[in-house]
C-alpha cells in the first residue's frame, strides 16, 4: 500500500468479506457523518461471478468478473485512494450469482 496509507497506519481498519449468495452485501457499515476511502480490496471466487463494489446504492465501477480461485486486488499503490465513499454510506459489494467470494478490505474513515 502506498505511503499515503503508511502514514495513515494506526486509523486504517479491515474487514472480512464472506459472502456468496446473489445480492448486494454489506461490507463496512456506514459511519454518521464519515466516508469510507477503500485503500485495498482483494477478492477470490470460488467460481465464476460478477461483482460490483457499491458505495450504497451507487456504482464504483461496472461489473467485473472474478474467474475460480483467480486472486483480485485493488491496491492503493500510489498513494491514490481507489473508492472515495460519500459520507454516512455503507460499502457494498453486489454479487450477480450464488458462489462464495471471500476476501478482505482495508480503509479508512475521514
Request: glycine share 8%; aromatic share 0%.
Given at each position: 500500500m502506498g505511503n499515503r496509507l503508511l502514514s495513515q497506519r494506526d486509523?486504517?481498519?479491515s474487514a472480512t468479506i464472506n459472502v456468496a449468495t446473489r445480492a448486494t452485501h454489506a461490507i463496512i457499515a456506514a459511519v454518521t457523518g464519515k466516508a469510507l476511502h477503500i485503500h485495498k480490496l482483494f477478492l477470490v471466487a470460488a467460481g465464476e461471478v460478477?461483482?460490483?463494489p457499491k458505495?450504497?446504492?451507487?456504482?464504483y465501477t461496472g461489473a467485473m468478473t472474478?474467474?475460480?480461485g483467480t486472486p483480485f486486488v485493488i491496491d492503493d499503490n500510489?498513494?491514490?485512494m481507489p473508492m472515495i465513499g460519500?459520507?454516512?454510506t455503507a460499502f457494498n459489494l453486489a454479487l450477480d450469482a450464488a458462489?462464495?467470494?471471500s476476501g478482505r478490505v482495508w480503509y479508512t474513515e475521514n
Open positions: 486509523d486504517v481498519k460478477a461483482v460490483i458505495d450504497g446504492t451507487t456504482a472474478l474467474i475460480k500510489n498513494g491514490q460519500t459520507p454516512t458462489v462464495q467470494v
